[in-house]
């Protein structure tokens, strides 16, 4: 399958200050990337979908002045969270899709983010 | 309703058994749909995916689709310890195309 990468895997901050992750589609070019975030034992949630050269699109809930994401390019997408707060703690996961429309999505190992 | 539904279980397996994890869409016009599995602490991994009705074969994993029932399903036969894991059923296309929709997962305990 295809590969992707994030960085960096684990990531521990001060409060207040600002984290950037990337995610890199390895093999293969992704005009669409998206971005989860998961609490232990519980499910994945999505918080926004990247696309290549536009804004992302975020879903309901989540703040796009806190959760900036750029998609520069076909291969590399990054999520910076700003002023960083413990309740901002969590597992960062992103994926990235082979082709368009409807093609399998693959996901990067995840960041662990921990903010004191 | 949720639009992809799993019983979050756990389902307790034997050793050497056969597993059968289910899942349900909402979504009629859905069009592919995969099956990842994760374990803790890790990311998901994607292990099958599935577009046409009928059964797909890859391994000791085979998905089957029925999308007049919107169901879709994944046996794993000769189940390993190695296999217990949360497992995750996702849905594309239909009104979402833009974005898999998940499941909340089915965790997977294979038993010695």
């Known amino acids: 399958g295809a590969v992707v990468s994030q960085h960096p895997s684990r990531v521990i901050c001060k409060s207040g200050t600002s984290v950037k992750i990337e995610c890199r589609s390895l093999d293969f070019q992704a005009t669409t990337m998206f971005w989860y975030r998961q609490f232990p034992k519980k499910s994945l949630m999505l918080m926004a979908t990247?696309?290549?050269?536009?804004?992302?699109?975020?879903e309901q809930g989540v703040e796009k002045d806190k959760f900036l994401i750029n998609h520069a390019s076909l291969t590399l997408s990054t999520l910076t969270v700003t002023s960083a707060h413990p309740e901002d703690s969590s597992f960062y996961i992103c994926?990235?899709?082979?082709?368009?429309?409807?093609?399998?999505?693959?996901f990067g190992p995840g960041t662990r983010l921990t903010v004191t | 309703q949720k639009e992809v539904e799993q019983n979050s279980g756990p389902l307790s397996v034997p050793e050497g058994a056969i597993a059968s994890l289910n899942c349900t869409y909402s979504?009629?016009?859905?069009?592919?749909f995969f099956w990842y599995r994760q374990y803790s602490g890790k990311s998901p991994e994607l292990i099958m995916f599935?577009?046409?009705?009928g059964d797909k074969e890859d391994g000791r994993f085979t998905a089957q689709l029925n999308k007049a029932s919107q169901y879709v399903s994944l046996l794993i036969r000769d189940s390993q310890p190695s296999d217990s894991a949360t497992y995750l059923c996702a849905v594309n296309g239909g009104s979402s195309a833009s974005k898999i929709i998940f499941g909340s997962g089915t965790r997977l305990s294979i038993r010695p």
């Open positions: 599935i577009y046409s009705n």
């Open positions: 990247s696309n290549e050269g536009s804004k992302a699109t975020y």
């Open positions: 979504d009629r016009g859905s069009q592919s």
């Open positions: 994926s990235a899709r082979t082709g368009t429309g409807v093609g399998e999505q693959y």
